[in-house]
């Protein structure tokens, strides 16, 4: 079975930091026979949520924009690659208008109590984050911002990679050993044995 593996890249940075990581995480994926797309948020136009709640009743978002081909994506990969620059302690603004976007998934779940896939999938994401402070807290609130928007699109939070120090365009390159742990992890994410693990598996170099 061929396993169609995401790659979102949320940070405004082209060859930005958390880009070039998800760029190796790909390739990982392919070593390991997975079929990639990578896609650059900002080419999506994406608005925030205006919280209307049309989607209690619809059960889909009124807001017609490029959102909508880009959750058929989410919802169609077996695999999701999510990275994004810690900016103020938690993910940018990019990808939080995509997360609160998906507050229809949410509705659709559990106000309208329909399900998202109509048989049991072993879908799994992976998180990349880069910060530039030493903070060893500056991951804290993007664990639990993924954790919530990956329960809403079921899909099993397996793992991280968090890098810190790390600020210049492209000045992921001189770290020792994090494009090299985001190959490994992107090729684990495909090879790896089921059952999903029951916590994300933590790679976090400080
Ligand atoms: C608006 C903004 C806010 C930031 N906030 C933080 C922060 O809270 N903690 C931190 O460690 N770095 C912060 N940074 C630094 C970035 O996380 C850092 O430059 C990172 O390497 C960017 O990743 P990228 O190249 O993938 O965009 C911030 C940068 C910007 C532009």
Redesign the pocket.
């Known amino acids: 079975m061929i396993i169609k593996t995401l790659g979102i890249?949320t940070?405004?940075?082209i060859?930005?930091?958390?880009?070039?990581?998800l760029r190796e995480a790909l390739s990982g994926a392919e070593s390991a026979g997975a079929k990639t797309e990578y896609i650059h948020l900002s080419d999506y136009d994406i608005a925030p949520c205006i919280e209307c709640n049309a989607c209690y009743s619809r059960g889909d978002c009124k807001i017609q924009d490029d959102f909508q081909q880009l959750l058929k994506k989410i919802l169609d990969a077996d695999r999701l690659i999510f990275?994004?620059?810690?900016?103020?302690?938690?993910v940018?603004a990019q990808a939080k208008m995509l997360i609160d976007r998906s507050q229809c998934l949410w509705a659709y779940k559990y106000v309208l109590h329909k399900q998202l896939f109509s048989s049991e999938r072993d879908r799994r994401a992976m998180v990349i984050a880069?910060?530039?402070?030493?903070?060893k807290k500056?991951f804290e609130c993007i664990r639990f911002t993924m954790k919530s928007y990956f329960d809403v699109l079921d899909i099993n939070y397996s793992t991280n990679l968090f890098t810190?120090?790390?600020?210049?365009?492209?000045?992921?390159h001189k770290h020792p050993t994090a494009l090299k742990e985001a190959f490994r992890l992107g090729n684990e994410l495909i090879a790896a044995e089921s059952p999903p693990p029951q916590k994300p598996i933590n790679i976090e170099l400080f």
């Open positions: 890249s940070s405004p940075r060859h930005g930091n958390s880009d070039l990581l990275a994004t620059p810690v900016f103020f302690m938690t940018c880069v910060g530039g402070s030493k903070s500056q810190s120090k790390v600020d210049d365009i492209g000045e992921i």
